[in-house]
């Protein structure tokens, strides 16, 4: 009697590294390989098509896509927009935060199907070996984890020369750029990136300047979340930011090169392309300049910095993350109103807001101008009470202010 074949779960992108590993797996070490493919928004249906036909040439006994972009949304974007989450002030987290999701569907769906393993196509030099690693070891405990890319120490010519000699012949012949597309932005590694002195040009990018001229952007949001562009509604916030990433991408808008630390410990480097993310952090921050008060900033910029780094350094499930959502969530009870901006090629610059809550307009006084909330004597006095400190230090130290 033939002993029963394991079920091993190919977190599948149609790629290399995972058309490799579904191959191997089913040829060399006999699995019963599922192909699945999860999908946070950076799939087109024509590719996940092509996905399903190669999944299956390459012998896979089942695929299945995983649609997750909403729950990516709800569980993660909404509170990297309310956060105004930029890695080191520069980068959207956009590859990071899809990996965590597309690890849980994954984990998900093979504790559904009561798989044997799971496998993935990350290397040992990255950062996605941990994410997808340590969501699988929590998610779905006691199913073993198979990387051959990684453990094998494979080389891209390695993989393209299995392929072809066992009869699939698709094109990955090296490129010189590697792409990772989403809804909160396109990532790209290799050429010009490895060399810390230079640039990437034109040709790296996907998406390129349409437009001349300049154009005003009206983002309009409730309690922090997008919900309509240039007074077009949108009950579907996928769609707002798909619609907001088609009008920046055509100026180029949402450019810039990414340099920090790695989980692992080196420091890596990516070109980005992510005009929606820019767009819409950029109009929420400005939105909330006029409707949170000081310490509300404040406090919430610290919060959600901690939030940003523990998201891309697969610290996701860590039980403080749903402590911060909740902080982000209360934070954006009065961010509502519409950010003004104005797009023109490769940049885009801050025109006003329309709020009911704009914290500018208010009966005490307007900056610069005229005061009504107080008199010119309690000006003064306010003023002498808050110079106390200071007046009392350099009382007791007349050598340190001759010095200054």
């Not at 190669?54 to 729950?71: I, M, P, S």
């Not at 309509?228 to 810039?256: L, S, T, W």
Request: aromatic share 10%; net charge negative.
């Amino acid at each position: 009697m033939d002993q029963k074949k394991k079920k091993v779960v190919v977190a599948y992108s149609g790629g290399l590294d995972t058309s490799y590993t579904v191959m191997y797996l089913t040829k060399e070490l006999g699995y019963e390989v599922y192909a699945a493919c999860a999908n946070t928004g950076g799939f087109s249906p024509e590719q996940l098509k092509t996905n399903e036909e190669n999944a299956y040439k390459l012998g896979a006994v089942k695929y299945v896509t995983l649609d997750v972009t909403r729950e990516y949304y709800d569980k993660s974007l909404k509170y990297m927009v309310y956060g105004n989450v930029l890695r080191n002030g520069t980068y959207p987290i956009s590859v990071s935060s899809e990996r965590i999701f597309q690890a849980l569907a994954i984990a998900r769906y093979a504790n559904e199907i009561g798989a044997d393993a799971i496998a993935h196509g990350s290397t040992g030099a990255g950062n996605d070996q941990i994410r997808f690693d340590m969501t699988f070891l929590v998610m779905a405990p006691g199913v073993e984890i198979i990387t051959l890319t990684r453990d094998k120490t494979l080389t891209r010519q390695e993989e393209i020369d299995y392929l072809n000699a066992n009869g699939f012949a698709a094109d990955f012949t090296k490129l010189k750029y590697s792409y990772n597309v989403g809804i909160w932005g396109t990532s790209i590694c290799g050429g010009e990136i490895l060399d810390s002195a230079q640039g990437l040009p034109e040709t790296a990018y996907l998406k390129h300047c349409t437009k001349e001229g300049s154009e005003q952007l009206r983002l309009t949001f409730e309690k922090g979340e997008l919900k309509a562009v240039n007074g077009e509604q949108f009950d579907d916030p996928i769609k707002a930011i798909q619609k907001v990433e088609e009008i920046g991408a055509a100026y180029g808008i949402g450019r810039d090169m990414h340099v920090g630390d790695t989980i692992i410990g080196i420091k890596g480097r990516v070109g980005f392309e992510a005009a929606a993310p820019m767009l819409i952090i950029g109009a929420h921050r400005f939105l909330e300049k006029y409707t949170l008060s000081k310490w509300q900033q404040y406090w919430k910029d610290q919060v959600a910095n901690w939030y940003g780094m523990f998201l891309h350094e697969s610290q996701y499930l860590e039980p403080v993350m749903r402590d911060i959502e909740a902080m982000l969530t209360e934070s954006q009870r009065n961010v509502n109103g519409t950010a003004i901006l104005e797009l023109r090629p490769l940049s885009f610059s801050t025109v006003g807001v329309e709020s009911e809550d704009d914290l500018v307009k208010n009966k005490f006084g307007e900056y610069g101008e005229t005061q009504k909330g107080w008199t010119a004597d309690e000006a003064k006095g306010f003023i002498k009470v808050t110079s106390t400190a200071l007046r009392a230090y350099y009382a007791n130290h007349k050598d340190e202010k001759e010095n200054i």
